[in-house]
Protein backbone atom coordinates (compact mmCIF):
# COMPACT_ATOMS: atom_id res chain seq x y z
CA UNK A 1 0.00 0.00 0.00
CA UNK A 2 1.37 3.35 -1.03
CA UNK A 3 1.82 5.97 1.70
CA UNK A 4 -0.69 9.53 1.48
CA UNK A 5 0.94 12.62 2.59
CA UNK A 6 -0.66 15.76 2.57
CA UNK A 7 2.08 18.93 2.18
CA UNK A 8 0.89 22.09 3.45
CA UNK A 9 2.43 25.63 4.17
CA UNK A 10 0.69 26.64 6.87
CA UNK A 11 0.89 30.12 9.85
CA UNK A 12 0.75 29.27 13.41
CA UNK A 13 -3.42 29.42 13.32
CA UNK A 14 -3.74 27.12 10.95
CA UNK A 15 -3.99 28.79 7.83
CA UNK A 16 -3.09 27.67 4.77
CA UNK A 17 -4.79 29.63 1.95
CA UNK A 18 -3.49 32.13 -0.30
CA UNK A 19 -0.04 31.37 0.70
CA UNK A 20 1.60 34.05 -0.71
CA UNK A 21 2.53 35.02 2.67
CA UNK A 22 5.32 32.47 2.50
CA UNK A 23 7.19 34.70 0.08
CA UNK A 24 6.57 38.43 1.37
CA UNK A 25 6.56 38.15 5.36
CA UNK A 26 9.05 36.01 5.95
CA UNK A 27 13.01 35.75 4.46
CA UNK A 28 13.39 32.31 2.76
CA UNK A 29 16.21 30.40 3.78
CA UNK A 30 17.06 27.54 0.86
CA UNK A 31 17.24 24.79 3.89
CA UNK A 32 13.28 25.18 4.51
CA UNK A 33 12.64 23.62 0.93
CA UNK A 34 14.71 20.95 1.35
CA UNK A 35 11.48 18.80 2.50
CA UNK A 36 9.78 19.86 -0.83
CA UNK A 37 12.70 18.67 -2.76
CA UNK A 38 12.82 15.15 -1.26
CA UNK A 39 8.88 15.25 -1.63
CA UNK A 40 9.17 15.59 -5.22
CA UNK A 41 11.91 12.54 -5.87
CA UNK A 42 10.15 10.44 -3.11
CA UNK A 43 6.22 11.25 -5.07
CA UNK A 44 5.29 8.91 -7.13
CA UNK A 45 2.04 11.23 -7.85
CA UNK A 46 0.59 14.08 -7.43
CA UNK A 47 -3.22 14.36 -6.39
CA UNK A 48 -4.79 17.54 -6.53
CA UNK A 49 -8.38 19.10 -5.79
CA UNK A 50 -9.65 20.88 -8.29
CA UNK A 51 -9.11 24.76 -7.20
CA UNK A 52 -5.14 23.37 -6.64
CA UNK A 53 -5.42 21.81 -10.08
CA UNK A 54 -7.00 25.26 -11.81
CA UNK A 55 -4.03 27.12 -10.16
CA UNK A 56 -1.07 25.17 -10.71
CA UNK A 57 -2.04 23.67 -14.25
CA UNK A 58 -1.25 26.54 -15.92
CA UNK A 59 1.71 27.58 -14.35
CA UNK A 60 3.76 24.38 -13.14
CA UNK A 61 4.37 23.05 -16.62
CA UNK A 62 6.72 26.07 -17.86
CA UNK A 63 8.54 25.84 -14.37
CA UNK A 64 12.17 24.21 -14.13
CA UNK A 65 11.92 23.78 -10.74
CA UNK A 66 8.98 21.53 -10.90
CA UNK A 67 10.31 19.46 -13.86
CA UNK A 68 9.47 15.90 -11.75
CA UNK A 69 6.09 16.93 -11.19
CA UNK A 70 5.29 17.67 -14.42
CA UNK A 71 6.72 14.32 -15.42
CA UNK A 72 4.78 11.85 -12.98
CA UNK A 73 1.53 10.94 -13.01
CA UNK A 74 -1.22 13.31 -11.95
CA UNK A 75 -4.58 13.06 -10.46
CA UNK A 76 -7.35 15.82 -9.44
CA UNK A 77 -10.07 14.42 -7.42
CA UNK A 78 -13.71 16.35 -9.58
CA UNK A 79 -17.18 15.56 -10.24
CA UNK A 80 -16.63 18.26 -13.00
CA UNK A 81 -13.42 18.36 -15.15
CA UNK A 82 -13.33 16.96 -17.88
CA UNK A 83 -10.25 16.71 -20.60
CA UNK A 84 -7.86 17.91 -18.24
CA UNK A 85 -4.84 19.71 -20.63
CA UNK A 86 -1.97 18.97 -18.19
CA UNK A 87 0.72 16.56 -19.18
CA UNK A 88 -0.29 12.52 -17.59
CA UNK A 89 -3.49 14.21 -15.50
CA UNK A 90 -6.26 11.99 -14.94
CA UNK A 91 -9.30 12.36 -12.75
CA UNK A 92 -10.68 10.36 -9.89
CA UNK A 93 -14.71 10.74 -9.14
CA UNK A 94 -14.36 9.65 -5.96
CA UNK A 95 -12.31 9.04 -2.44
CA UNK A 96 -13.06 5.48 -3.55
CA UNK A 97 -10.74 5.97 -6.33
CA UNK A 98 -8.19 7.94 -4.08
CA UNK A 99 -8.75 4.44 -2.09
CA UNK A 100 -7.60 1.99 -4.85
CA UNK A 101 -4.78 4.49 -6.20
CA UNK A 102 -3.56 3.70 -2.30
CA UNK A 103 -3.86 0.27 -2.43
CA UNK A 104 -1.89 0.38 -6.08
CA UNK A 105 1.41 -1.65 -5.84
CA UNK A 106 2.76 1.37 -7.85
CA UNK A 107 6.48 2.97 -6.51
CA UNK A 108 6.30 6.32 -5.01
CA UNK A 109 4.41 8.11 -2.59
CA UNK A 110 0.85 9.95 -3.15
CA UNK A 111 1.70 13.57 -2.60
CA UNK A 112 -1.23 16.04 -2.24
CA UNK A 113 -0.49 19.54 -2.79
CA UNK A 114 -1.80 22.26 -1.14
CA UNK A 115 -5.64 21.39 -1.34
CA UNK A 116 -7.48 21.96 2.04
CA UNK A 117 -10.40 20.78 1.45
CA UNK A 118 -9.33 17.53 -0.43
CA UNK A 119 -6.98 16.77 2.80
CA UNK A 120 -10.07 17.00 5.14
CA UNK A 121 -12.07 14.49 3.06
CA UNK A 122 -8.93 12.47 2.80
CA UNK A 123 -8.21 12.49 6.97
CA UNK A 124 -12.12 11.78 7.47
CA UNK A 125 -12.36 8.51 4.84
CA UNK A 126 -8.81 7.36 6.95
CA UNK A 127 -6.74 7.48 3.86
CA UNK A 128 -4.19 10.38 4.96
CA UNK A 129 -0.70 8.28 6.20
CA UNK A 130 0.95 11.89 6.81
CA UNK A 131 1.62 15.12 6.82
CA UNK A 132 4.93 17.09 6.08
CA UNK A 133 4.03 20.62 7.24
CA UNK A 134 6.00 23.95 7.02
CA UNK A 135 4.69 26.24 9.66
CA UNK A 136 5.39 30.03 9.30
CA UNK A 137 6.02 32.25 12.38
CA UNK A 138 2.86 33.98 11.42
CA UNK A 139 -1.04 34.48 12.93
CA UNK A 140 -3.14 35.68 10.22
CA UNK A 141 -6.41 35.71 12.09
CA UNK A 142 -8.68 34.23 9.74
CA UNK A 143 -8.41 31.91 6.26
CA UNK A 144 -9.27 28.68 5.03
CA UNK A 145 -7.31 26.08 7.62
CA UNK A 146 -6.13 22.57 7.27
CA UNK A 147 -7.80 21.50 10.15
CA UNK A 148 -11.55 23.21 10.70
CA UNK A 149 -11.79 24.58 14.42
CA UNK A 150 -14.95 22.57 15.20
CA UNK A 151 -16.93 19.59 13.45
CA UNK A 152 -14.01 17.85 12.10
CA UNK A 153 -12.31 14.43 12.06
CA UNK A 154 -10.02 13.56 15.44
CA UNK A 155 -6.88 12.03 14.41
CA UNK A 156 -3.87 11.49 17.05
CA UNK A 157 -0.62 12.31 15.11
CA UNK A 158 2.87 11.21 15.65
CA UNK A 159 6.02 13.70 15.48
CA UNK A 160 8.59 11.88 13.41
CA UNK A 161 10.77 14.72 12.00
CA UNK A 162 10.78 17.92 12.98
CA UNK A 163 13.53 21.09 12.52
CA UNK A 164 13.73 24.35 13.19
CA UNK A 165 14.97 26.92 10.55
CA UNK A 166 16.74 30.50 11.11
CA UNK A 167 13.81 32.57 9.68
CA UNK A 168 11.28 30.76 12.66
CA UNK A 169 9.58 28.31 10.11
CA UNK A 170 8.98 24.89 11.27
CA UNK A 171 9.67 21.95 9.57
CA UNK A 172 7.18 19.50 10.50
CA UNK A 173 6.57 15.61 9.86
CA UNK A 174 3.68 13.99 11.60
CA UNK A 175 2.28 10.22 10.81
CA UNK A 176 -1.56 10.01 11.81
CA UNK A 177 -1.66 7.52 14.43
CA UNK A 178 -3.32 3.96 13.40
Known sequence: MRTLIVSE?????????????????????PEMYELKGREQTEAGCLLLGRVSYDEFAPVWPDME???EYNAMPKY???????????????????LDEVRTLKES?????????????LARGL????????YHLLVF????????RL??????TKARLDLVEHETYSNGVQMQVWDVAR
Do not use: C, M
Open 76 to 94: VVSSSLENPQWQNTSVLRS
Open 123 to 130: LAAGLVDR
Open 105 to 117: DAAGTILVHASGT
Open 9 to 29: FITLDGVIENPEWTYTEVKPV
Open 137 to 144: PLVLGGGK
Open 65 to 67: EFA
Open 147 to 152: FPAAGG
